[in-house]
């Protein structure tokens, strides 16, 4: 079993499938490409790492990350295929998809340089997956360039259910007790640095932080240490995004300076609602008219 990180043996064998590579080797799980051995598809695997197989908890959290994958069914959300809860080493397999998450363009722009010709598409794209969560009841809670994913042509996924959690409307959430904090600092809402009920607002402010990022190449706020990062959220207002690039239109930056607001209830009350005014807004001035290529389905 290809569990270790590195190169994997023509004999790795998961199931039905024969393990190509590893892709990601972490404390918690193995990601590996994979190809079933019938059809000859590509797929990736995604195992729980060995050293966490007796944990109950972990198995847990692992299982709601597949069976909420096997739940969504978006163009632009990962799709999970299959979830095998092994006794020994349970795993679950999505689709393989040929793109890179965005940070690598982000962090290393010389060696894979942002698709900026794509960009307004992969934001499209992005905001209608998370559209769709959000209409199923779902809250990502860590959303960010890392968890997006674009090919060449900017076809986009967004990725990783881990800490996903049911919305909590009425009484529910009237009533609901602290939520432990969880997410990424450098995108996390005030709500969510505060540890309240999570709502689809904090993935709005989430993915507000992460097409600034995108626009501009650095996020709305750096610290030098997460206490300083997250009283930035929660106080200090970004720097307008023209200030970064005179290149941006003041229609971006109303858009997603919208996002960042401190408060849930000034931001755009829904995803639906940012890209009803965002498929007609140009990114940087000398973008095409992105009329032109609106084609991403019903969500977007």
């Known amino acids: 079993m290809a569990t270790s990180g590195g190169a994997a043996s023509a004999e790795d064998r998961i199931g039905a499938y024969r393990v190509v590579r590893v892709i990601h080797a972490g404390v918690t799980s193995v ?77 290393r722009p010389t060696v894979y340089p942002m698709p900026r010709e794509h960009l307004h598409k992969i934001i499209r794209q992005a905001a209608s997956g998370l559209a769709f969560m959000h209409e199923k009841g779902w809250v990502h809670r860590d959303v960010k360039p890392e968890n997006i994913l674009a090919d060449r042509g900017g076809e986009t996924r967004v990725i990783d259910y881990t800490i996903a959690m049911r919305t909590r409307t009425g009484l529910a959430r009237l009533f609901a007790g602290k939520v432990p904090r969880q997410g990424t600092g450098t995108y996390m809402a005030p709500e969510q640095i505060r540890c309240e009920s999570p709502a689809p607002t904090a993935d709005i402010y989430s993915f507000g932080a992460t097409c600034y990022e995108l626009a501009c190449g650095r996020p709305p706020f750096r610290a030098g240490s997460q206490q300083e990062l997250l009283n930035k959220h929660l106080r200090e207002k970004p720097l307008s995004l023209i200030s970064r690039d005179d290149q941006i239109t003041p229609e971006f930056n109303e858009a997603v300076l919208r996002m960042l607001q401190k408060r849930p209830e000034d931001r755009f009350a829904s995803l639906q609602e940012f890209l009803a005014i965002f498929r007609n807004v140009r990114i940087s001035r000398n973008d095409p008219d992105p009329r032109a290529d609106n084609r991403d389905g019903p969500f977007a």
């Open 31 to 107: 990601v590996m490409e994979v190809v079933d051995e019938t059809t000859h598809r590509r797929y990736v695997v995604k195992q729980l790492a060995a050293s966490r197989c007796d944990d109950a908890s972990e198995r847990r959290k692992f299982a709601f990350e597949a069976k909420l994958g096997l739940e969504l069914r978006h163009p632009n959300l990962i799709r999970v295929h299959e979830f095998v809860n092994d006794r020994e080493q349970p795993y679950f397999v999505m689709e393989y998809f040929p793109g890179l998450n965005l940070k690598l363009p982000l962090s």
